[in-house]
């Protein structure tokens, strides 16, 4: 008796010296906040932070990501289905649309089902672990594979589809293996909504950081405010590709403009007022690819750029750095790419250590290290705000 009570009053001690060490821990880490829209890119560079800085992850963890992948693949060609019909475009095999438009596919972001959930001629085939089975991805290649499929994906911005829908459907044979294990790069680019809020905690030379993540959509952003307390940095982004697509959540709104009222929201929040903020226009590459096709007047009729790159550019950071009601205020641009492993390298292969003043505390800027983790794409623009690459001189 005497000796399980021992041991049961240890591992309650042992349980407190380990709440005790990571308060510590917390105290003396830099929080920084990642905030932004839905599908603005935040979870994916929140990823990448733990690929870089946390170990990655183990094989069970990428295993655990097979579900919501294979997910993402029938919840990706369901949308593109419904763009076809939403745009008046033929799809076909019509086999393959039936077996696809089955309403049994109904689920939140596209989970696939399994067991008797499944379509009648799938049932037997379908994995307890949600895999993809040899029936779906027959049917979902041989809709890829069609001209109208393509003919819509040319004009997916028009419809809700997440934009990994491509990579997933030249890789869906891959995805399906019985053996499959996600890469690195399958889960980087794979799509959950966020819900709540997740924090990571990491070290990067010596410096401890808490990386705060909360949900982008409208309906979570009311949880936002029990997050801003002791924020060193803000770290806002924005898809910056998106300017003529409107929210998930609210088909009515742009998400540009919805971008624009949430920076105005968090830069001159009361919380922040002696807080560093941090613009991550995100998924640059795409931004410049669709310039060549829609202008980026169709949002903003004051725009004169045509498909110039860097004018759009500038463009865009003026209308964010405009909402800037305090002069004083630290706001720093950047365009990013959050996938591509070659910005990452650059970034360590760089010297480039910044400090950003803020709460009369020196934040290592590694801001310049987390502005960039995974993000390096070009410079920014504005000649008064201070590069972030190692292009420039050094951040204040």
């Known amino acids: 008796m005497g000796c399980a009570q021992s041991t049961e009053q240890q591992q309650r001690n042992d349980e407190i010296d380990r709440r005790l060490h990571a308060d510590k821990d917390n105290s003396q880490a830099s929080k920084l906040l990642l905030l932004g829209a839905g599908e603005s890119g935040k979870s994916t560079f929140a990823k990448q932070i733990r690929c870089l800085h946390m170990n990655g992850f183990t094989d069970d963890e990428r295993l655990a990501y097979r579900p919501s992948i294979a997910g993402n693949v029938i919840y990706c060609a369901r949308a593109l289905l419904k763009g076809c019909h ?31 959930a499944a379509p009648e001629e799938d049932a037997k085939q379908a994995t307890p672990c949600g895999a993809l089975t040899d029936v779906m991805t027959k049917h979902v290649q041989a809709v890829w594979a069609h001209a109208g499929a393509k003919a819509a994906w040319e004009r997916h911005s028009q419809f809700q589809i997440y934009d990994c829908a491509a990579y997933l459907f030249d890789n869906v044979e891959r995805i399906a293996a019985a053996d499959y294990v996600p890469t690195v790069a399958d889960i980087i680019i794979s799509r959950t909504k966020t819900t709540g809020v997740s924090e990571v905690s990491f070290t990067v030379q010596g410096s401890h950081f808490r990386l705060v993540d909360v949900g982008g959509q409208k309906s979570e952003r009311k949880k936002w405010m029990r997050c801003f307390d002791d924020v060193q940095a803000v770290l806002f982004v924005v898809a910056a590709s998106e300017y003529d697509q409107t929210l998930y959540e609210d088909n009515t709104t742009n998400r540009m403009k919805d971008s624009l009222k949430l920076f105005a929201d968090i830069c001159n929040n009361k919380f922040f007022a002696n807080t560093a903020i941090v613009v991550f226009f995100n998924k640059s590459d795409l931004f410049a690819e669709k310039l060549k096709k829609i202008d980026l007047s169709v949002t903003f009729p004051e725009y004169s750029g045509g498909s110039d790159y860097d004018k759009a550019c500038e463009f865009l950071q003026n209308k964010f750095l405009a909402l800037n009601e305090n002069a004083q205020k630290p706001v720093y641009v950047h365009f990013t790419n959050a996938t591509n492993p070659d910005n990452v390298k650059l970034v360590f292969e760089s010297q480039h250590v910044g400090v950003i003043p803020c709460h009369n505390r020196q934040v290592p800027l590694l801001c310049a290290w987390l502005c960039l983790c995974s993000w390096l794409g070009a410079p920014p623009l504005d000649p008064h705000r201070r590069r972030l690459d190692n292009s420039g001189p050094a951040l204040p």
């Open 86 to 116: 939403d745009l008046g475009i033929e799809v076909g095999p019509e086999e393959s649309v039936d077996f696809l438009e089955d309403p049994r596919f109904d689920v939140l972001h596209g989970g696939v089902p399994t067991g008797t």
